[in-house]
């Protein structure tokens, strides 16, 4: 019986693609926070304004460990974004992340597929 048997294994393209993948994700958190800021522009644009202090109580924070938390803390935020038995709801924060997340979905996407 002549010669052997021998596999070689070359993982240099699945190196140089997982560095692509990390450099994306590293990214990611860029990605993520434009969004935040391009909701809360939208959501600002959308809120009804009397006095203006729900207006600009909408913002965003960005917590350790890659969190976002888009938000509008005015005592009475939830009842105009939800409404109430008496008061009809005029959404104004929900409707701004539904414009905005075809969008990011398509960066993440985009980055992702490099």
């Known amino acids: 019986m002549a010669g052997g048997v021998t596999f070689k294994l ?9 560095k692509r993948q990390m450099k994306a994700m590293e990214r990611m958190d860029d990605i993520i926070e434009d969004f ?3 909701v809360t522009v939208s959501a600002r644009l959308r809120v009804p304004v009397d006095t203006g202090k729900l207006k600009w109580s909408i913002r965003y924070v960005r917590h350790a460990g890659a969190r976002f938390e ?3 803390d005015a005592p009475y935020a939830g ?3 939800y409404g109430t038995r008496k008061m ?6 929900r ?3 539904n414009v905005h997340l075809p969008k990011l979905r ?4 985009k980055e992702l597929d490099g």
């Open 79 to 81: 009842y105009v974004e």
């Open 10 to 18: 070359d993982s240099s393209k699945v190196e140089a693609e997982m």
């Open 95 to 97: 409707p701004a992340v």
């Open 36 to 38: 935040c800021k391009d």
């Open 70 to 72: 888009i938000s509008a």
């Open 106 to 109: 398509a960066r993440i996407k």
């Open 88 to 93: 009809r709801a005029q959404p104004y924060l």
